[in-house]
């Protein structure tokens, strides 16, 4: 990310960085990396929201639970749209470092990450 204090950004801070955001149901937004989609050896990127993250998200039970699991949570999509829908709480693991700190972004993005373990 390139952050600077100039005229340009009217006395305030400009950042610029490779994420995309996406829109997700109704009103929540998912950060990702923005169209990086292989490893390289200083970057595992966390992947865009593909047609199957949608459908799974769309087919998923809407009953209201206590708590979810979103096991290789990459950008936490799943768990958070349970969160926002029918979870009390989420809990989400990933090996991947970069993934676990998108979840965390976007959890704070859309006002959810009091209910994140």
Known sequence: AIVGNDGASAGGYLGIAAVAI???EED???ATDFEQTFSTE???PVMYLSEDSLALAAAAPRREVASVFDPCCGSGVQGIVALRY???EATFVDLNPRALRFTRFNLA???LAHKAR
């Open 22 to 24: 996406w829109p997700m």
């Open 28 to 30: 929540l937004l998912i």
């Open 42 to 44: 200083d970057l595992e």
């Open 86 to 88: 029918y979870a009390g």
């Open 109 to 111: 993005l859309n006002g």
